[in-house]
């Protein structure tokens, strides 16, 4: 509308953007930019401008709230009919709320024929159909209320706009503003009075009864249940118990009569208060023992803050450890990092050797948190980071812990020099073990240190203390042999019976300190894992962590996403998953910190498929309409592919679920590569018509969606989800559908990689006299497709075996009384269904394309079982192709050799007459079992 206005406006440089003037200007320039600003104007004359104008008035002028109600309901209609045909927008006479539009040269213009009518049509009708869900999902409980006049009555002063909310809001902010440290109490007063006119009314009341009110107003609290000062009603109560039972009897056995606001989910989730077994904070009550904290522990002499032997300060290393350990695996810092006493105000020790480890271990926890909460990979049941109130050590620097630590390191070297043995002098029993209880304590301050160092590391911007990172993991990992060896020098707890609410603790620890900070739950007792388990444990993360410092030297999402996936095959920890998903995506969401999303994807399809659309020397690599498509298209595959590999960083069990969800967004990008390919094609066959276009980012995208599918598929065998005779249909989907599928789209990357680097040969043919010696191509997908032909067969001969299983009665179908195989095989594959491609195989295409008697002759068991040998030996084929095997890849190698011995037998008559039911072990591989007679 003000097009001209404002590119003058640039243009002329008034104002100094920099680089932002000469972007605004393309934009504006843009014809797709053009589209979109016009919808925008029609929608604001349309929707935005009458919705503003009939609900955002003034009290006197607004509709009753019901009567707002059936004038949502009347847009959202003629929206829908202006989805039909949205060219309608460019001649209504009228607005969705059916008023007379004002025929201004604004309107007019806003009504001109757009540059390009389909783009428009499709873009207006994706802004109306989402108009439609979202008031549909805003309003629907609205739609259902049975409106009565009793009901109208009791709306007519509700209000039909947020603004009253964002001023009480803004009355907040002002003056929280204006005193930081005031009480949510106090500024809640404060609003109150001048909205409610509180101090107008007391000035309205008489002296003496103006004091009574703020007396009482003071005193509610103190005098809540005397109803005779509050002036509150009094109840009599009535026994009703007999009424009670009589009315209960009148029920049949398996009858129940609920409220609509306490049902079947809320008594089971009820928690009888006070109870022991119910109610968590009963813990205490049931032991002996008096439960003190540091200062009262410290006072009575039963914890020392000062002077602290080796021994004792190894115990205590070592016991806090173990608490680490144990809250990482999902406990809460309440019941694991603060049963330790010393961490609750460590300024107050006075051993300088435990008041740094305390501080240590507290920025430590303090990091983790804060790591594990900026990744988000993690459930309720993987980590807590509720810290109850307790500091952090907030007001002491990393630095200055680091600081402290390497203090008390320097004192405990010395100490080591002195007591380590010189030629020619022996040395006392007392000095030797002094020395190597220095040594260990040592070992494990230094541990700390550097592990505190190595987290601080990893959280440096662009990825630069990642080479610093692993330099201390291999310290660290030198380290840790040291400690092991000498893990049973430290005060151990005296050996008494353990039960759940209490256990034997050392010094400075107290298992059941914060028990009245745990919410009124069912009780979750906590199992302190073992100190030589926590070192094993503190030693596969630094493994898995070596993993993350590799990361940077990629480029290529495809690989990424192939270690993402192999790395949470191993059900890593939380903080080793959180930790890899920063450093490739940290906080300034670019790719290691450098590269913006966008750019990082180019890079990956060119490695990937090599479109002309991403090659230097295409026509299309230049043309801005072309480029424009692409940017479109990559920024809207940022969200559903950074929460793809996102979903790679969650437990194992939660991914299943995750997988499901994101198909929905893979799908909707898959059609829009689609498109961006078709129009990417047309263009390039004008310049180039030897060349094509079609299925290169649809292809990229692609290989993502079924990726998803499979990992939903065959996480079902992980989780043990599936039975025996439901093998069948899944054996069968993964074998004729989803890997078939995903071969074809790794073939058809790597014919499109071979065709672009003959253009590239043939373009520097072009250019250059002299005869290049043709380099042999090195297959870059060639490892990816051969084990995907290999799971193709391992899962072929699965279901081969599986219907010979069948036809010989080695596997019975159970007998299904409320529901049915379609219903199961309906729910097993309920995400596919919203997937346009590869589209869905319902239970009747199945049935169909699965039925035996299509084929002349007829296969027997026999037949099928020689099938399922082939397969399992083309399987032990491909595998043993490939070079460097990992141990996954023997692993299937010895599945597949095993399964395919078994076929031979069993296709040889071996166990013809037998009904014995078949097993499948999947104790060498979770998700290809060795087949059992």
């Keep these: 509308m003000h097009e001209e206005f404002l590119l003058k406006f640039f243009e002329e440089g008034i104002v100094s953007f920099g680089g932002l003037q000469a972007a605004i200007c393309h934009d504006f320039e843009s014809p797709v930019a053009k589209i979109e600003i016009q919808i925008l104007g029609l929608l604001g004359e349309l929707l935005l401008g009458p919705w503003m104008k009939r609900f955002y008035t003034s009290k006197e002028m607004q509709i009753s709230h019901v009567d707002g109600i059936g004038v949502v309901k009347d847009i959202i209609a003629r929206i829908q009919t202006s989805v039909i045909s949205p060219l309608k927008t460019l001649t209504a006479m009228a607005n969705f709320f059916g008023d007379e539009l004002t025929q201004d040269d604004e309107l007019v213009k806003l009504q001109r024929d757009p540059d390009d009518v389909p783009l428009f049509v499709f873009m207006m009708k994706c802004c109306l159909t989402s108009i439609v869900g979202v008031l549909e999902k805003q309003y629907r409980p609205n739609f259902e209320l049975n409106i009565t006049a009793e009901l109208k009555k009791e709306t007519e002063s509700a209000s039909r706009h947020n603004i009253d909310a964002e001023q009480i809001m803004g009355m907040f902010g002002a003056l929280k503003g204006h005193a930081p440290n005031a009480t949510l109490c106090y500024i809640s007063s404060r609003m109150s009075a001048p909205k409610n006119n509180v101090v107008d009314y007391l000035d309205s009341l008489a002296s003496e009864k103006r004091k009574k009110l703020v007396n ?19 109840y009599n109560w009535k026994d009703v118990t007999e009424e009670f039972i009589s009315a209960a009897s009148q029920l049949k056995l398996g009858e129940l009569l609920h409220d609509q606001s306490f049902g079947l989910f809320e008594a089971m989730s009820a928690i009888e208060m006070m109870d022991p077994k119910m109610d968590a904070g009963m813990m205490c009550n049931q032991i002996k023992r008096k439960v003190l904290s540091l200062e009262q522990a410290t006072e009575s002499g039963a914890v020392k803050s000062k002077d602290l032997s080796y021994r004792e300060l190894i115990g205590v290393i070592d016991a806090t450890l173990a608490c680490l350990v144990t809250w990482l695996e999902g406990h809460s810092l309440a019941q694991t990092i603060f ?21 240590c271990m507290l920025k430590t926890v303090d990091h983790i948190r804060e790591k594990v909460n900026r990744a988000s990979v993690f459930e309720e049941e993987d980590f807590q980071p509720m810290t109850y109130g307790f500091k952090l050590a907030a007001d002491v620097s990393d630095m200055r812990c680091t600081g402290m630590m390497k203090e008390v390191e320097d004192d405990l070297n010395r100490t080591m020099k002195n007591t380590r043995s010189k030629a020619g ?13 220095a040594v260990a304590l040592h070992s494990r301050v230094k541990f700390y240190r550097l592990f505190l160092t190595m987290l601080l590391s990893f959280g440096k911007d662009r990825c630069e203390g990642i080479p610093q990172a692993q330099k ?8 840790l042999p040291n400690i092991r060896s000498t893990v049973d020098i430290g005060i151990k707890p005296d050996q008494t019976e353990n039960n759940k609410n209490d256990y034997p603790t050392i010094m400075g620890f107290e298992p059941l300190v914060n028990h009245r900070l745990l919410p009124p739950t069912f009780p979750r007792y906590t199992v302190i894992r073992s100190r030589p388990d926590s070192i094993n444990y503190l030693d596969s993360l630094l493994k898995r962590l070596q993993v993350a410092t590799t990361l940077p030297e990629i480029n290529s999402l495809h690989i990424i996403f192939d270690i993402f996936k192999e790395f949470s095959k191993s059900s890593p920890c939380v903080l080793s998953r959180s930790i890899l998903q920063l450093v490739l995506l940290p906080p300034s969401r670019r790719i290691y910190g450098t590269h913006t999303i966008v750019d ?25 309409q072309a480029k424009e498509y692409i940017d479109a298209l990559l920024t809207h595959a940022v969200r559903p592919l950074c929460n793809l590999l996102q979903i790679t960083g969650h437990n194992r069990a939660r991914q299943r679920d995750k997988w499901a969800h994101i198909l929905d967004d893979l799908s909707s990008l898959q059609e829009e590569a689609d498109k961006v390919d078709a129009f990417l094609h047309n263009i390039l066959i004008k310049s180039e018509p030897g060349r094509q276009h079609l299925a290169c980012f649809g292809s990229w995208v692609l290989y993502y969606t079924l990726q998803a599918m499979i990992s939903y598929a065959i996480s079902g065998f992980e989780l043990e989800l599936y039975a025996t005779y439901e093998y069948h249909y899944v054996y069968w989907y993964l074998y004729e559908l989803l890997y078939a599928w995903l071969i074809s789209a790794l073939q058809r990357a790597d014919n499109f990689l071979q065709e672009h680097e003959n253009y590239m040969e043939l373009q520097q ?7 290049n010696k043709k380099k042999k191509r090195l297959r870059t997908l060639g490892k990816e497709i051969t084990l995907a032909q290999a799971q193709q067969q391992m899962f072929g001969g699965y279901y081969k075996a599986v219907r010979g299983f069948e036809m010989d009665g080695k596997m019975k179908h159970p007998h299904f009384e ?7 095989y309906s729910h097993r594959f309920a995400p596919f269904a ?16 699965s039925d035996l008697r299509r084929y002349e002759p007829e296969p027997s068991a026999q037949s099928l079982y020689g099938a399922s040998c082939k397969c399992f030996h083309q399987a032990k084929a491909f595998l043993e192709s490939v070079p460097n095997p990992s141990e996954e890849i023997q692993s299937l190698i010895k599945v597949s050799k095993t399964n395919f011995v078994v076929m031979k037998l069993l296709m040889g008559g071996h166990k013809q007459g037998s009904k014995d039911p078949t097993e499948f072990d999947f104790t060498v591989h979770g998700i290809y079992p060795i087949i059992k007679l």
């Design 834 to 849: 919203n997937v346009v491609t590869p589209p869905m195989i319902h239970f009747a295409q199945y049935k169909e394309m």
């Design 818 to 824: 409320f529901d049915s195989e379609e219903v199961r």
């Design 765 to 771: 043919k072009g250019r250059s006299n002299k005869k």
């Design 216 to 234: 009482l107003a003071i005193n509610v609290p103190l005098d809540v249940q005397k109803s005779v000062v509050l002036e509150r009603p009094v």
């Design 472 to 479: 201390l993991l291999s310290q660290l990992s030198e380290l």
């Design 425 to 437: 002098a022996e040395r006392d029993s007392a000095t030797e073990q002094e020395h190597d209880e």
């Design 339 to 359: 049963t330790n006493l010393y961490l609750h105000n460590p300024l107050v020790l006075e051993d300088r050797c435990l008041k740094a480890f305390s501080i």
């Design 600 to 624: 990082f994807f180019k890079d990956s399809i060119r490695n990937f498929i090599a479109p002309p659309g991403l090659c230097q020397k295409s026509p299309l690599y230049n043309n801005p």
